[in-house]
């Protein structure tokens, strides 16, 4: 339950909230019927009893919302699309303002995999999970205009910043489009929260590098900066 959860994240700042809808979701994709045990409305309440409730778009039980926009598929190869992010692109592209992506952003679709799923009663379930990232780069003194964020305090209003977002596509067996699980470049509050913590860290403290060469996979990576506590924990065991 926990290893197929992990399909069902956004792939870019993934919170607890995240998580725990993400267990809720796939558990009931898999195992529709729950009122023998009921355990997945205990697994709810211990997590929000913990403090962690479930995440933003998701229905009252704590699931993701299923998808039901009508969305162009004439335009898309089913085949094609079961494992070509070139194909997914399109799709999503072709799509964009009914999945809500920003056309402004870079947009690059990281993985195409299909998941066959084993229900405890012989259930198989079959889908195809894709995943994109959004990149926005903006400079300082544009983040409240476009986004309304405020920027972190004393930093260069020229200084170019990039906001991620992303999200997983989940499609059924037929090609149909379930879930978008999005993290979404316009959500103001959970922007900011990374905004801020980066201000803490002294994530801006250090000038930006100087850009990669057009093409570099690294151009699209974060700014180099002070590392994180928790990223100094791993990388001293990994050394040690």
């Known amino acids: 339950m926990a290893i197929r959860a992990l399909d069902y994240c956004p792939p870019t700042d993934l919170t607890f909230s995240d998580y725990l809808s993400a267990l809720l979701t796939i558990d009931r994709e898999?195992?529709?019927?729950?009122?023998?045990?009921?355990?997945?409305?205990?697994?709810?309440?211990?997590?929000?009893?913990y403090g962690i409730e479930r995440a933003g778009e998701t229905d009252v039980d704590g699931t993701w919302k299923r998808c039901d926009e009508e969305l162009i598929y004439s335009r898309s190869h089913y085949d094609s699309m079961l494992h070509e992010p070139q194909e997914v692109f399109r799709f999503i592209w072709e799509n964009r303002k009914m999945l809500k992506i920003d056309a402004d952003s870079y947009?690059?679709?990281?993985?195409?995999?299909?998941?066959?799923?084993?229900?405890?009663?012989?259930?198989?379930?079959?889908?195809?999970?894709?995943?994109?990232?959004?990149i926005l780069t903006l400079q300082a003194n544009e983040?409240?205009?476009?986004?309304?964020?405020?920027?972190?305090?004393?930093?260069?209003?020229?200084?170019?910043?990039r906001i991620f977002g992303g999200g997983a596509l989940v499609f059924d067996e037929y090609g149909?489009?379930?879930?978008?699980?999005?993290?979404?470049?316009?959500?103001?509050?959970?922007?900011?929260?990374?905004?801020?913590?980066?201000?803490?860290?002294g994530f801006f403290d250090e000038p930006l590098p100087p850009s990669p060469p057009p093409g570099s996979q690294s151009q699209f990576g974060p700014p180099s900066g002070p590392q994180s506590d928790f990223a100094q924990l791993h990388r001293s065991r990994l050394i040690g």
């Open 30 to 49: 898999v195992v529709p019927d729950d009122e023998k045990y009921g355990y997945r409305k205990s697994l709810l309440k211990n997590f929000n009893d």
């Open 143 to 161: 983040l409240k205009k476009k986004l309304g964020l405020v920027p972190p305090k004393g930093i260069d209003p020229r200084r170019r910043i």
């Open 176 to 201: 149909q489009l379930k879930y978008q699980i999005a993290n979404r470049l316009e959500n103001t509050k959970r922007q900011q929260t990374r905004l801020d913590y980066l201000g803490e860290k």
């Open 107 to 134: 947009i690059e679709v990281q993985s195409v995999r299909p998941a066959v799923r084993v229900g405890p009663d012989g259930f198989v379930l079959h889908e195809t999970v894709a995943e994109y990232i959004q």
